[in-house]
């Protein structure tokens, strides 16, 4: 029996399906934004084209620009015809196909205004970094510059690699020990749990650059024998002691979220409280973990540039003498580019790993 057949219709009507919701007016609105989005991209590129003096790079680059400017029309286009095509079908009575059409319709417009969005965008960059006679450009990104700094700067950026890494491996270990004193169970473990816990909390209060200071200035002074060591050798001692602090809260949260039921089961079969934390709990909690891990291997990454503080040839220290040298920013911009490369494939990693792990807690 179908819902229609509960209720007469002598002893009630059935109501008239309303019309779909009009279309016209987010095509206008996306016509509006692609044609904001065209007029702003034409004026950067012309001034793209008279900053590098009408040359045929920028020219080639200028025609690119324009042409990707254009694409939102076509989605707008098709909105305004399922505009269209939803009027004829609204007369002609035909409700439920007016409703597709409409659907199809609001989407396209939809469609339009994104890309228009991201034309106002990208050519509002570009008119940002081409105003004003191209200063900003001239500050930041002056290509003659990059050319001249790019082999120091980049065998420079080898040690920021390096002493993240290291350092991330020390920070590892030393995390684990620390995440491990403070979850130790009864009164035995009360002082190690008392020391744990004050050393998580003041270096999580300190600047990372203060205690990248204090270390390699300082440790040379107090700890002679360390005077013959290389500087970025404190710089990984600096580090390690600073994420450490975070790392421990790390590891603290993931055997944390291991059901209580794991670690009573195990001490019920004769294991002991370190059996059981190797061969329960952290196999369990490691998964969970990995993608703050991946977090704080990140920011340790980018935190090695605060070395240049104590004179160790980083790739920002090398970058601030060639901005000395040259007068422009530039070098620096280079030296950011250099961690944007290394840093923006581990963030889609992290993001890879968070969505393969919320598909799994879905059953997907």
Request: aromatic share 10%; charged share 15%.
């Amino acid at each position: 029996m179908s819902s229609h057949a509960l209720v007469r219709d002598d002893v009630q009507s059935a109501p008239e399906p309303s019309p779909p919701q009009k279309v016209a007016g987010s095509a206008v609105v996306a016509l509006v934004v692609d044609i904001i989005g065209i007029a702003l991209m034409l004026y950067a590129v012309k001034l793209l084209r008279d900053y590098n003096d009408d040359n045929a790079a920028a020219t080639v680059v200028a025609v690119i620009l324009v042409l990707v400017s254009l694409y939102p029309l076509w989605p707008t286009i098709q909105g305004f015809a399922g505009a269209s095509k939803r009027a004829g079908l609204l007369r002609d009575k035909q409700v439920v196909a007016a409703r597709r059409v409409a659907a199809r319709g609001r989407e396209d417009a939809a469609i339009g205004m994104g890309y228009g969005a991201a034309v106002i965008i990208v050519g509002g960059v570009l008119w940002l970094a081409m105003t004003n006679s191209g200063a900003v450009a001239d500050t930041f990104l002056r290509v003659d510059a990059w050319k001249q700094s790019f082999s120091e700067l980049i065998q420079a950026f080898w040690i920021n690699i390096w002493v993240a890494i290291v350092s991330f491996i020390l920070v590892l270990i030393f995390g684990l020990l620390l995440a491990i004193m403070r979850m130790l169970p009864g009164r035995a473990g009360a002082p190690l749990r008392l020391i744990a816990t004050v050393y998580c909390d003041v270096f999580r209060a300190i600047p990372a650059i203060v205690t990248v200071m204090l270390v390699a200035f300082g440790a040379t002074l107090a700890f002679t024998f360390t005077q013959t060591w290389n500087l970025a050798w404190l710089g990984v001692v600096a580090l390690t002691m600073t994420y450490s602090a975070y790392v421990a809260e790390v590891y603290r949260a993931g055997l944390a979220s291991i059901h209580p039921s794991q670690g009573a089961a195990a001490r019920s079969l004769g294991l002991s409280y370190g059996q059981t934390l190797r061969a329960v709990l952290v196999p369990q909690a490691v998964r969970r973990m990995v993608p703050p891990l991946m977090n704080d291997f990140i920011s340790l990454q980018k935190d090695t540039a605060l070395l240049s503080v104590a004179a160790i040839p980083e790739v920002l220290q090398v970058a601030k003498l060639w901005e000395s040298k040259l007068y422009t920013l530039a070098p620096v911009t280079l030296a950011a580019v250099f961690f944007i490369i290394v840093t923006i494939p581990q963030a889609r990693f992290v993001d890879y790993l968070i969505n393969r792990d919320a598909a799994k807690r879905a059953g997907g």
